[in-house]
């Protein structure tokens, strides 16, 4: 193990959306502005900002339409590519009112799992998709998927590597240009990312994915390293392990880019992003949120030792 580790990664910050989304304080859009600026300030290239929900089913993301609006005139966020995520064709549309030009889609390999995540079986989660990458695409529109429960699920337990193979390869065809493989309750470990990298290796190019772990039984790190010596290179995170899991009440979600940056940035492997800037962006939110502490082991010890 670790005989072949890359140069540099590339990290892809969900802190704004996937972590916000879960937390039950709202941030003011003004806040969710500097938060965003202080990530791409730290050196983050690629964030997920918001999404284009439904207002009344996520509260924290119904200011999508002015969120992006503002994002958009910041002269410091010209060169960041911020990522909205897009549950259907209404969601789409505000989007494109708002200026967007990269958006995500999500489904799962588990049935029960859509069913009570989005209120479609995966097929018709698919249907969905459909719709709105063919009309992305003719917006000039580039797409992002996400596949979660591809280690499991909370409903189902095991899920199947043929199902991940039949959902990734349809994504394929619409065009996406990248699927994060979600690891949605924190519950694969190293051997089974192993196995399932392997399995994927037969019938896609490994830079086509990247790896969603959260660290909720502790394992996120562990399972980076062993997608990491498999040939990924690129990670999800949040700052400051934003997020929380709305599986398991009180358990981490997300594995926290600091945790990230300095796994790397210890074995010589290349961020990009500046430790001090983005422990700022992390705790200008973990205020906001009135969180004393964080799940980042590392932004923790970084902090306590700047004390
Ligand atoms: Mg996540």
Redesign the pocket.
Known sequence: MLGHLPKKVRIVE?GPR??LQ?EKTIVSMEDKVTFIKMLAASGMHEIEANSFVRVEKIPQMSDGIELFSSLKKESSLKNTKLISLIPNEKGLENALKAGVTEIAVVTATSNTFNKTNINATTDESLKRIDAVVARANKEGLRTRAYISTVFGCPYEGKTSLTELKRVANHLESLGVYEISL?D?IGIANPLQVKDTIQFLKADFSLDFFAM?F?DTRGMAVANILASLDMGMTSF?S?AGGL?GCPYAKGAS??VATEDLVFLFSSMGIETGIDMEKLAQASSFILGKLSQRSSSSKNLTAYLASKA
């Open positions: 969900v996937d972590g879960n979600g949605t969603h959260h999800d949040s997020g979600g997300n």
